[in-house]
């Protein structure tokens, strides 16, 4: 079965510090691949996702991340946090169901920015 | 673009009653999903709609958690007697196309509910 590992719980870190959180999926067959964010009281906006192609994504507010097959990762990272930036961040990818697809989401990361 | 709607924002009942969510989708969009999130955990797949048919609700507790999509359009999930681990934020999303799995899903606020 398809799913997602997002290894950090928790990542403190200074504001105009870069930041990576890590995703980990594991898969048989081909991948999509989905980063949101979940601002506090939120529903989930999506930063970026990967289909195929370019292994490079970028995504909105300054996000990219990189598809890499052989280490199955989809680390999400950014040059230079903003305190705004603070939310919680889930990894997810799209896996067929019995009759559709549905998003298996990571347990999230929280990422707080600190002055 | 209007968003995806939800409402109430926030419910708190006693264990044993019943409550209800409201979802109204982005206009158009086809597919429409509900999932849970436990605090603490990602959102978890209840029910997925493809127009207002049921394409699979094998995640939904289906003794006491009932859904049903109105022509199509609005949805509703229901919790029919709720119990204290129902505790969570349902979304709801929404996609424009069939079931494809390159759609992005777009989500609600949610509803937060609390089980006393």
């Known amino acids: 079965a398809q799913s997602v590992t997002q290894l950090d719980s928790q990542v403190p870190v200074f504001e105009e510090a870069p930041v990576e959180l890590r995703c980990n999926y594991s898969s048989s067959v081909s991948v999509y691949l989905f980063w949101y964010v979940q601002y506090p009281n939120q529903g989930l906006q999506l930063l970026l996702k990967?289909?195929?192609?370019?292994?490079l994504v970028k995504g909105i507010n300054g996000f990219e991340a990189e598809f890499n097959k052989s280490q199955t990762s989809f680390h999400l990272r950014k040059p230079s946090v903003h305190i705004s930036d603070t939310a919680e961040y889930f990894c997810?990818?799209?896996?067929?169901?019995?009759?559709?697809?549905?998003?298996?989401f990571g347990t999230g990361t929280q990422l707080k920015v600190e002055l | 673009e209007a968003g995806v709607a939800q409402s109430p924002r926030y419910k708190i009942i006693e264990k044993r009653q019943s409550v209800a969510f409201w979802c109204n989708p982005i206009s158009g969009h086809a597919t429409l999903y509900w999932y849970q999130q436990i605090l603490g955990q990602g959102p978890k797949l209840l029910i997925q709609?493809?127009?207002?048919?049921?394409?699979?609700d094998s995640q939904l507790p289906k003794d006491r958690f009932s859904a049903e999509r109105l022509k199509g359009v609005d949805s509703t999930l229901k919790i029919q007697p709720a119990k204290l681990e129902d505790s969570a934020v349902y979304l709801c999303?929404?996609?424009?196309?069939?079931?494809?799995?390159?759609?992005?899903?777009?989500f609600g606020p949610g509803t937060r509910l609390t089980v006393l």
């Open positions: 999303a929404s996609s424009p196309v069939r079931g494809v799995r390159t759609d992005t899903q777009y």
């Open positions: 709609f493809q127009n207002n048919g049921v394409v699979d």
């Open positions: 990967y289909l195929s192609g370019s292994t």
């Open positions: 997810a990818v799209n896996v067929l169901t019995g009759g559709g697809n549905k998003l298996t």
